[in-house]
């Protein structure tokens, strides 16, 4: 009975000791697993840093930002009094920079980044769709401030080309051999992988068949016409072949290694294309047309083959006071041909109206000829050789040289309280060193009215010339949007009125007298040596030097009087150009270039005759 009962007993025990043993392993295996996950995740977050919505963060997200924010740590520490007031950063950028200095920009990669600021493909400037004055919901917020600010930065370091660019943007050709292109870079990146895998030869020869392919079409063929017959099969098996490459699992950073160099290499490719075409951009505005070249040859060669006298009558209204002279410094005899004419066309007494156009040794004689013999109403024009001037001391002191209205981009960068970055770019055309010599050139006139070669007059100037300036030397165009605070780091002195506004040249009336009064001259030299940085000169001297030469002597036009920005804006109101008294093309887009804006071009050709058998030989009618 005992040995009985005992064998029940330990019959009964053996399960509950195996059951306690189990309640044991599973406590310690749910201990080790509550540990295990949260190393798990912890380690994963390491290795794939995320942004808030789940993707992998990028170092090169918002490098064009940092062209514009460049803080210091004291400005960091002051964010919150930066935050309280407008903060402005000035940027002045001679509007034609000379060609060595484009040529000299050069990338300088780091981590395949720009380190010159240049823009890179994200930096493109993007279209902003409006749909009933709406944004897209993907535009707004940092995205819409980031395209902004891409904008920006493609304006200020290539220009006007960045306008141009879009409004010269073509539906993309030749898509098929792109496709191609993409197609074969996504299977050399998948290919080194697949063929590492001994289980999918029959893809890996699959793959190196369709790039050899691919290889063999693209060295052949570089439009879509060209292709052969058979190639849409070819891209369809292409395609399938890399499908099936993703679907297995392959080493992931071999791929991602190629996709790297990929990247870096059109990144490069893009970087050098953007700064090659607007290198040619701006070759293409500096180099006169080979129609006016053309222009300017034959007439110089007839001028030698042609004698004439000029009137007496006529040289008697050259130095005539009563008269309304106008003074024009130009290279180009179709500009300043559009300026006159325009002018005396709508001029009420055109027999009052005296044209002076200054010009160098190289184009007097062609300028000499075409002024002869074209007739501007009863409108009489002088044309002068500036290099030939014997002015009071001035040539024993360096050679008279012809120098022309120079025009510089003005921008502004702004912080709000939100820390987004706003930027305001404000065009002026300035006077050149040659403005400053009017008063010894023109010793028997009072009052002139300065033009520039790049406008179009629409009406009478009459009232123009019947303004009481009161004590003022200059009446032009004011833009109150810039003021001397905005652009004082570029000011020798800091002895003026800062909330005094800038002024434009385009259409200016002088009054000669109270100019030699206050010896504007001898100041604006002055200020100009002060800015001497050892043997030359500064690219801003003569637009601080002009702005402080006229300060508190400058009597405002009303804004009626001139539309400019037709040379660098697409978007001037039509309305406004047919009303305005006077339209100035300053920009890099002038009218008589091919890359002049086209739908302004009309204001200023119809002031060419398209009868005059020159022009239609040398093509500048077409």
């Not at 392919?213 to 395609?239: A, G, I």
């Not at 508190?552 to 920005?565: A, C, F, N």
Request: charged share 25%.
């Amino acid at each position: 009975m005992k040995g009985g009962g005992g064998g029940v007993s330990a019959s009964y025990s053996l399960p509950a000791k195996r059951r306690w043993k189990g309640l044991v392993i599973g406590v310690l295996g749910l201990v080790f697993l509550s540990m295990l996950v949260p190393l798990v995740f912890l380690l994963g977050l390491h290795v794939h840093p995320t942004n808030g919505d789940g993707t992998e963060q990028r170092d090169s997200a918002s490098n064009h930002v940092r062209v514009y924010d460049q803080h210091n740590d004291a400005d960091t520490r002051n964010q919150s009094k930066v935050h309280q007031s407008t903060h402005m950063d000035d940027h002045v950028i001679r509007f034609t920079p000379s060609l060595p200095k484009v040529l000299a920009n050069s990338s300088v990669r780091e981590g395949g980044n720009d380190t010159n600021g240049f823009p890179t493909p994200a930096d493109v400037p993007k279209q902003v769709k409006k749909n009933s004055g709406s944004l897209d919901r993907d535009k707004t917020g940092e995205n819409m401030t980031g395209a902004d600010e891409s904008e920006m930065i493609c304006e200020l370091k290539f220009g006007s080309y960045c306008l141009w660019r879009q409004q010269q943007k073509e539906k993309m050709e030749d898509s098929v051999v792109k496709k191609m292109k993409d197609l074969l870079f996504v299977a050399r990146a998948y290919y080194p992988s697949i063929a590492k895998l001994p289980e999918l030869d029959k893809l890996s020869h699959e793959l190196k068949q369709n790039i050899q392919d691919f290889e063999r079409v693209l060295s052949e063929t570089t439009t879509d016409k060209d292709l052969p017959p058979q190639n849409m099969q070819k891209l369809t098996m292409m395609e399938a072949a890399i499908a099936k490459a993703k679907s297995f699992r392959v080493d992931c950073n071999n791929v991602d290694k190629k996709f790297r160099q990929l990247v870096d290499l059109t990144e490069d490719e893009a970087n050098f294309h953007m700064k090659q075409s607007a290198f040619l951009y701006k070759l293409a505005v500096q180099t006169i047309p080979k129609s006016l070249h053309c222009l300017s040859m034959r007439l110089t060669v007839e001028y030698f083959r042609t004698s004439f006298e000029v009137e007496e009558a006529l040289i008697e209204k050259f130095v005539n006071p009563d008269l309304y002279h106008y003074i024009i410094f130009s290279r180009n005899i179709l500009a300043s041909s559009v300026v006159i004419n325009s002018t005396a066309l709508n001029a009420k007494e055109s027999g009052k109206q005296v044209f002076h156009l200054l010009t160098d040794r190289e184009n007097y004689f062609s300028m000499k000829l075409w002024f002869f013999r074209n007739n501007y109403g009863d409108a009489a024009v002088q044309v002068l050789n500036i290099e030939d001037l014997k002015l009071y001391n001035h040539h024993k002191v360096a050679p008279l040289d012809l120098s022309l209205p120079e025009e510089f981009r003005v921008s502004f960068r702004r912080v709000d309280k939100l820390s987004s970055t706003q930027f305001r770019t404000q065009y002026l055309s300035m006077f050149s060193h040659s403005h400053y010599l009017l008063p010894e050139i023109f010793q028997s006139l009072k009052k002139i009215v300065v033009l520039d070669d790049d406008i179009v007059v629409q009406s009478d100037f009459s009232a123009l010339w019947n303004i009481d300036m009161g004590e003022k030397v200059n009446g032009a165009m004011q833009s109150c949007a810039v003021k001397l605070f905005h652009l004082k780091t570029y000011l020798p002195s800091s002895n003026f009125d800062e909330n005094s506004c800038a002024w434009t040249s385009g259409v200016n009336i002088i009054d000669l007298s109270r100019w030699r009064e206050h010896n504007l001259t001898g100041k604006y030299q002055r200020l100009v040596h002060e800015m001497k940085k050892g043997d030359g000169i500064s690219e801003t001297s003569t637009l601080s030097a002009s702005l402080l030469t006229f300060e508190g002597l400058v009597y405002g036009l009303e804004d009626s009087w001139m539309v400019s920005g037709l040379g660098y804006n697409y978007g001037v109101d039509l309305e406004s150009i047919e009303t305005a008294a006077v339209l100035h093309f300053d920009g890099s887009m002038k009218p008589w270039l091919e890359l002049g804006i086209p739908k302004y071009k009309s204001f200023w050709r119809k002031f060419l005759n398209p009868q005059n058998q020159l022009l239609n030989d040398c093509n500048v009618n077409q």
